[in-house]
């Protein structure tokens, strides 16, 4: 099947090549994101393939409806980026991957929060320079802690169960409960006890309405004093300004985020030779209890080949009329 794969780097031509490599589509690669602009690249194919950054909105899904596309297949768990209800007007099916390696994006949370905490990045930064004093990197014990988990689906289970390796107390947040999450240790609170209980809270439910801007300056307000904040889930979960405003206060002790609200115009570019205009993004990188890395928690060998041979396979199954096990269903 004809498909054009949007916002293709060097990794994703690779793998999606050699998942592709008894399927047979013909693969359209293009580097840009998939936008109103970009859309007439994917004239005559009948599957587009984004990732978290395309705008799969009304219009855009027009155009490709117009050009004869009739799968949206995200190489992504999250499906935030598509308005699946104007896909499903237009007569178009969105696939997503619904299971991948969600050790990789626990492990990675887990790498965050030791990152922020025992501050490995600024020391790492500092021997490089010759600088071995120890001022200014002293973390806390993660043992005995209490760690909050919003979301206790894949990834926040393996994350609670992780932490509850380290000696910590796990508590969730989550609306719809896993019995898996109690057998791991972990107990469910509301979300403002979640908050004021919590020396550390990660992010691992996805970006829906309802949970857009979850983490504003109310519920950082209740948060307990000095706890850290660890997203790698979206972006909008956490309203940014908000955010900033409590790690100024010294509200928010520590903040590690692997997404950012405005990361579309930013992530999975080189762009350190031009001028960054987006000045919250500069504010938050000047923080020395921040860290940001640029939506990677997913990069790994098993979570990026699980990834592509799960796209082709979807891909595989809507040429051939199956069933597709990874649909979105409508709101
Ligand atoms: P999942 O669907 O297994 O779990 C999500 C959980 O969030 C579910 O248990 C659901 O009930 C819960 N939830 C829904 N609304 C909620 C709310 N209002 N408050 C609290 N919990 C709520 O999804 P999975 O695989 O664990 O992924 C979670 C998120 O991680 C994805 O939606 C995606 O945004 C993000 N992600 C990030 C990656 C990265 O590279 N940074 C890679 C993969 C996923």
Request: glycine fraction near 10%; hydrophobic fraction near 45%.
């Amino acid at each position: 099947m004809k498909t054009a794969v949007f916002s293709a780097r060097r990794y994703d031509k690779t793998l999606l090549a050699r998942a592709n490599g008894d399927a047979g589509h013909e693969l359209r690669f293009v580097e840009d994101r998939l936008t109103l602009s970009t859309a007439g690249l994917a004239e005559g194919c009948e599957a587009v393939c984004v990732f978290v950054n395309d705008c799969v909105d009304a219009e855009v899904l027009g155009v490709l409806a117009r050009q004869g596309t009739r799968l949206v297949a995200t190489r992504s768990t999250g499906y935030n980026q598509i308005d699946v209800a104007a896909a499903r007007q237009h007569g178009i099916e969105v696939v997503r991957v619904t299971d991948y390696s969600p050790h990789s994006v626990a492990e990675f949370a887990v790498g965050l929060l030791l990152g922020v905490n025992r501050k490995i990045a600024r020391a790492s930064a500092r021997t490089r320079d010759g600088n071995f004093d120890l001022e200014g990197l002293m973390g806390f014990d993660l043992h005995g802690k209490t760690i909050g988990v919003i979301g206790t689906g894949k990834i926040g289970l393996i994350f609670a169960r992780i932490m509850a390796g380290f000696g910590c107390t796990i508590l969730g947040h989550d609306p719809w409960p896993n019995p898996a999450f109690g057998q791991a240790g972990g107990s469910y609170v509301g979300v403002d006890e979640l908050l004021a209980r919590s020396d550390v809270v990660s992010l691992h439910c996805p970006l829906t309405e309802a949970t857009r801007h979850i983490i504003d300056a109310g519920n950082l307000a209740r948060a307990k004093r000095g706890s850290i904040l660890v997203n790698t889930s979206r972006g909008g979960l956490v309203d940014t300004e908000a955010a900033i405003a409590a790690l100024k206060s010294g509200q928010l002790g520590g903040l590690a985020i692997d997404v950012y609200e405005q990361e579309a115009n930013l992530f999975f570019q080189d762009l350190s030779s031009t001028i960054i205009c987006d000045d919250v993004i500069q504010r938050l990188v000047s923080f020395p209890n921040v860290i940001v890395t640029g939506h990677q928690a997913f990069f790994t060998v098993e979570a990026v080949g699980q990834i592509m041979q799960t796209t082709i396979d979807s891909i595989t199954a809507f040429e051939r009329g199956e069933a597709l096990l990874n649909r979105v269903p409508p709101a």
